[in-house]
């Protein structure tokens, strides 16, 4: 099974925080059926955009085994997982050798939608195959993540890294805080997979959900004395927003504040503090819309850069027709949009981006129009105050 780029982004684009489960409640009507990689998506995309392999040989869905061999291989000894592995590949026997020979390394990384993923495949393998293998990786991966979470309830971008400056922050971005916590809420609850997670971790993973859920509400910005949405990094002493790579300034960032939003609202029975936090936030992703703009992608001759190839452009067009856009980065003082290079260098507009981030960063989007529309109208109606 082989992905097109265009199909990856429509996986990643609609993965965000899955619930957690297998496909079937039922073990036995599982075993013959393919358990989902959705969770894998953003990491997929990264391999390929990293290595252009787009011919890459891979292992049949169906292939359960296969495809939990490789995760536990991934598998660092401290239990997490280094991020954007393909876990679907096909490995040469050269790269199974290399592989086992990183596992001391302190490596892993939630970033990318990482570590919990492999946790809950690994679940599931346990479940549809039976061997305590899987399952014992999983736990291992579990007390990792449970142990990386800091005493005022964030989570690290990658724990210990000691190659990324912005690796001990406190992270929103790429569902890092609202994906971990969104996990081990339905681990401490037993849902399908985490039936047979023992009561004490499940108990842990309950007390972290507290800690993590109060630190969100805490770091809800405020923008002229009103609550806004999130950064996408705090300092975990300080709890000041950060940058992290040098395109990613200190900023509120729609498209995670969106997974902030969204797992807020899966809270059963939220606090009076919990529906504040969400009718504000939905009140300034309301109130920046940018009207009658649309971004316009079209082709190029392919251009080679370290992390991806640009075979399209994109520009801002206006049209009145268009049902607007918000842009990734909003000033934390002012709430106006701004972009940045990979250098750094901060500009007010899209076509002052360079080509390799202008093509290989998503800085219009309409992340909230299904929040907004749909999702929040129907939470807001079944909260009672």
Known sequence: ?????????????????????????????????????????????????RTDQLDAPLYDTFNTVAIADNIVLYQRDNGGWPE??????????????????????????????????????????????????????????????????????????????????????????????????????????????FKSIPAPLRQQAAAAVTKGDALVLNLQVRTKGQRAIWAGQYHPQTLAPMAARTYELPALQTWESVAVVEYLMSIPN?????????????TWFSANRIAGVRVEEFAIDPVRFTYH????????????????????????DTSE????????????????VALERRSGYDWYGNWPVHLIRDAYPRWRATVKE
């Open 1 to 49: 099974m082989k992905y097109s780029f265009f199909a990856l982004v429509l996986i990643v684009a609609t993965c965000s925080l899955q619930a957690a489960q297998c496909v079937s409640e039922d073990a036995s009507a599982q075993k013959d059926t393919a358990i989902s990689l959705a969770g894998f998506a953003d990491a997929i995309h990264h391999w390929y955009n």
């Open 84 to 193: 954007n592995k393909h876990p679907q590949r096909v490995l040469s026997p050269d790269e199974t050798v290399i592989i086992a020979a990183n596992k001391s390394q302190a490596d892993a990384s939630f970033d990318n939608r990482n570590i919990y993923p492999q946790i809950t495949y690994l679940m599931c393998a346990y479940e549809q195959t039976g061997n305590e293998h899987y399952r014992a990786a999983a736990l291992k991966g579990l007390t990792f993540t449970l142990g990386a979470q800091y005493a005022n309830g964030g989570w690290p971008h990658s724990p210990g890294r000691a190659d990324r400056p912005y690796g001990d922050y406190i992270t929103f971005a790429d569902e890092v805080m609202p994906g971990v916590l969104s996990f081990l809420r339905q681990v401490a609850s037993a849902q399908p997979p």
């Open 270 to 282: 939220p606090s009076p503090e919990v529906i504040a936090a969400v009718d504000s936030a939905v």
């Open 309 to 332: 190839t640009a075979r399209f452009d994109r520009k801002l067009v206006a049209d009145a027709n268009a049902p607007g856009l918000w842009a990734r980065f909003y000033d934390l």
């Open 337 to 352: 949009p701004f972009f940045t290079n990979r250098d750094g260098s901060r500009v007010d507009a899209l076509a002052d």
